[in-house]
Nanobody
């Protein structure tokens, strides 16, 4: 019902910033989905990063990124963003966006039926 494509990853230095984008396409309205960002580093489980409510501006963050990352969505562009500031080497991971057909964004990865392919973020020290 929805296809997701992430972009914006890259190689940056510690303290730098990146903005990730996730473009959604499909027949179902973008506003029908709560959206989440997850990340996965080599040898680690996929971790929750941030979530945003389906039809509002209420957002949620993992403690590790709170105050540094900002999730937002633009309904006209069918896009969800993750603005990442003050990046740290431990932020290095593949970042994935995900969509769930519900109002509130789950924190568990297995609650999201739709996923993008991921975009690599590498932060050097």
């Amino acid at each position: 019902q929805v296809q997701l494509v992430e972009s914006g990853g890259g190689l940056v230095q510690a303290g730098d910033s990146l903005r990730l984008s996730c473009l959604a396409s499909g027949r179902t309205a973008f506003s029908s989905y709560a959206m989440g960002w997850f990340r996965q580093a080599p040898g680690k489980e996929r971790e929750y990063v941030a979530g945003i409510i389906r039809d509002g501006n209420i957002t949620y963050y993992a403690d590790s990124v709170k105050g540094r990352f900002t999730i937002s969505r633009d309904s006209s562009k069918r896009t969800v963003y993750l603005e990442m500031n003050s990046l740290k080497p431990e932020d290095t991971a593949v970042y994935y966006c995900a969509a769930a057909p519900q109002t509130w964004p789950p924190r568990a990865a297995n609650m999201y039926p739709y996923w993008g392919q991921g975009t690599q973020v590498t932060v050097s020290s």
